[in-house]
Each structure stands twice: as structure tokens, then as C-alpha cells.
């Protein structure tokens, strides 16, 4: 089982407790796009604290202060230094354009709530998915995934929320049968120590049976595609060049 470290002040303290219980780790990076001048100096800052670390897995969750004319262009160049690509979610716009328009592996949290706060409709959640989004996502094999941290650092009221979020987000990736990865993102040694915790969170959401299991493999699931892509035998999913 994969578990994504987030890079930061703990990171080494957070690997090696991962090293203790024995899980493959992912380094996540985090690089925030807004103009030209700052993408490049982003961009710079990750292609050094990457040499710096040498993680043998690596992913990148982009988050966008703005977006232009050389946005995807930027965004989509990042596959190609990474294992996994995350675009992070939220605001409703910011969902659409990064299943739209862009060629991110995931899409991080569109129900979250941190960064303004969602109104809910009348008779469902405004869960940042819908069955346009979904249909798009499904034809480019983008996956949802769906972070546990957040929760238990909500407020109960606001948790609340967000876990009806989630589950109405469940509902719509099981029509399409779309990857909903339910997981925990590192940050901290104590959040290694307390995985257990966060596992049983899982069995608190309305995901099917299939779902559980799809959502425990998803990760390994994707990095053994990435392989298989750069073989020189790849032409798509489908096809393969016969030796």
C-alpha cells in the first residue's frame, strides 16, 4: 500500500516513520501556478528540493492562484517530471478547468471547503462534482481523490459537511465508474502513527464494497500504468506494438 508524504519542515521525521511500518511512500510536492515569473521560480524551487530528497515515487498537487493563456500548457508540462500529477481542487470553476482542460492523473478534494466556502443547494450538496465533469474525467481516466486529514481537523459541524460531500461524490463516481481514491496524505510523523485511525474513517463513508478495494489498489494501480506507458511497445491503453 502506497501512502503520499507531503513535503514540508517534517518530512523526514514523517519517511521514517513510514520506513518503521513498512509502507511504500510517495513524496508529494506542491507547486501553486499563477503568472509567468512565479511558475518558473515554483518550478525551479521543486526541481531542486527533488534532486535534494532523490524520492524513488514523486507526485505534484498544483494549485492555481490564476489561470492564462500558458496555464495548461505549464500544468501538463509537469507530467512529465513526476510519477503522479494532482490537481487541487475546490471552487467549482477550478474542478471543471482541471478535468477540461488539462491531463492531471487526479483531482484532489473538489468538495473541499478551505479555500472559500460552499453554498449547498436545496435538495443536494455542492459537492464540486457533477455528471458532466464525470463523464469528462471518465474519458480521460482521471481519478477523484478524496483526503482523510481534513476531516479530523474540522470542526465537527464543517466535517460533517465535507463527509456528505464526499459520500454525494461516491454516489456520482460509482454511475461512472469512475477511481474514487479515499486516503491519507502525511504530514506529520503522528499522522503515520494514527493510520489506523484514519482507515477506519473509510468504513464511515457510503462506498461500496468494490469501491474499498478499488480505492486501497488505485494508487499501485496507476504508477504500474505509468510504467507500462513508457515502454516503447505503448501506443494506447487498448494497444500494444507486437515484438
Do not use: W
Not at 500500500?1 to 513510514?18: G, R, S, V, W
Not at 513526476?82 to 491531463?103: A, M, P, S, W
Not at 474513517?201 to 500504468?225: C, G, N, R, V, Y
Amino acid at each position: 500500500m502506497y501512502i503520499f508524504l507531503e513535503d514540508n519542515e517534517f518530512y523526514k521525521q514523517t519517511k521514517e516513520a513510514a520506513k518503521k511500518r513498512k509502507l511504500k511512500t510517495i513524496t508529494l510536492f506542491t507547486i501553486e501556478l499563477g503568472n509567468k515569473q512565479k511558475n518558473k521560480a515554483e518550478i525551479e524551487k521543486f526541481r531542486k528540493r527533488k534532486s535534494e530528497l532523490k524520492p524513488e515515487k514523486t507526485a505534484i498537487k498544483v494549485i492555481l492562484s490564476s489561470i492564462d493563456n500558458s496555464t495548461t500548457g505549464t500544468v501538463n508540462s509537469l507530467k512529465q517530471e513526476c510519477d503522479i500529477l494532482i490537481g487541487q481542487g475546490g471552487l467549482n470553476k477550478v474542478n471543471r478547468y482541471f478535468i477540461e482542460q488539462t491531463q492531471i492523473d487526479i483531482l484532489k478534494d473538489p468538495h473541499t471547503t478551505k479555500y472559500l466556502p460552499k453554498t449547498d443547494f436545496v435538495h443536494h450538496f455542492n459537492s464540486g462534482l457533477n455528471h458532466v465533469l464525470c463523464q469528462f474525467a471518465k474519458e480521460k481516466d482521471q481519478a477523484i481523490l478524496s483526503s482523510l486529514g481534513s476531516l479530523q481537523k474540522s470542526k465537527s459541524y464543517f466535517a460533517a459537511k465535507d463527509m456528505g460531500r464526499i459520500n454525494q461524490n461516491l454516489k456520482l463516481t460509482k454511475k461512472y465508474k469512475l477511481v474514487h481514491i479515499i486516503t491519507l496524505i502525511a504530514k506529520q510523523a503522528s499522522d503515520i502513527k494514527n493510520s489506523v485511525q484514519y482507515e477506519a474513517l473509510i468504513s464511515l463513508f457510503d462506498a461500496t464494497t468494490e469501491q474499498k478495494k478499488q480505492s486501497a489498489t488505485a494508487i499501485e494501480t496507476l504508477l504500474k500504468t505509468k510504467e507500462e506507458e513508457k515502454s516503447p511497445n505503448y501506443i494506447t491503453k487498448q494497444i500494444r506494438r507486437i515484438k
